[in-house]
C-alpha cells in the first residue's frame, strides 16, 4: 500500500442530484481505492451540512460511515479536513468511524514530497465559529435545525462558487503558497470546486481538487514513484 487519495467537495447531501446515486457512487469509489490505499484525505465538504448533536447525528450517509471505517481498520489513514460546509463535528467521527480530523491546514511529509493540505488557505468559519452561537444552535430541536442547515447550505454553496470567486481564491491561494514561511513541495485544497494545476516559478506546485460531486475528480500520490496525478471517477449528473 503505496498510494495517497485526496478528494473534495462530494456535499453528500445536496439535494439538488440524486442523493443516494451520488453516495453509492461515492462509496464505490472507496472500495475501488482500499487495495493500494496507504492514507485517504478527504479535503473538506465532504457533507453538504453535518452538525452533531450531543445524541445525534444527521440521517443517511451509512454507505459511506461504513466504507471509512473499514479502511480505518483496514490499517489505512483517513483524515477529515473540516470545511465550511462540514466542520461541526465533535466526536463522533473520530470515535465512531476512526477518522483523524484536522481544523486546519496542515504540513506533512509523505514519501519524499512535503505537503500542506486543507479544504482552503483561509480559515474563515464567520459567525459559524462561535462558540456561543454554535451552543445557541444546538438547542434548536433537529428537525428545524437540519432544514436550517441545509437551506442556509444551499445559499452559501451558490455563493461561493461563482466564477470570480474561484479566480480570486486561486490567485489568493498563489500569493499563499508564494510567501508560505515553511518548505513545501505541494500545495493541495479544495473548496473551489474548479481544478486547478499549476507551478510556481519556485517550483512549488498547486493543485486545487474539483468538486467530486460533479465530476469525480481526485488526486493521487503514489511514494514509490514520487508522482502525483489528477485523475476523474466520472461520476456526475
Known sequence: MFKHYFVADIHLGRSSQDIHAREKAFADWLDSIASDAAALYLLGDIFDFWWEY??????????VLGKLARLVDSGVSVHFFKGNHDQWTYGYLENEVGLQVHDKPLVMQIGRGRFCLGHEHRQN???????????????????????????????????????????????????FAATFPRPVDYFVFGHLHTPFNAILANGVRIIVLGAWMDGGEYGVFDEQADVFELKSAYYGT
Not at 450531543?54 to 454507505?63: D, F, S
Open 54 to 63: 450531543k445524541y445525534v447525528v444527521p440521517k443517511g450517509y451509512v454507505r
Open 125 to 175: 468559519s464567520g459567525l459559524f465559529g462561535s462558540r456561543f452561537l454554535q451552543r445557541c444552535f444546538g438547542s434548536v430541536h433537529p428537525r428545524w435545525g437540519m432544514s436550517i442547515g441545509y437551506t442556509w447550505s444551499a445559499n452559501h454553496r451558490m455563493r461561493s462558487v461563482a466564477p470570480d470567486g474561484a479566480q480570486e481564491g486561486v490567485e489568493s491561494l498563489c500569493r
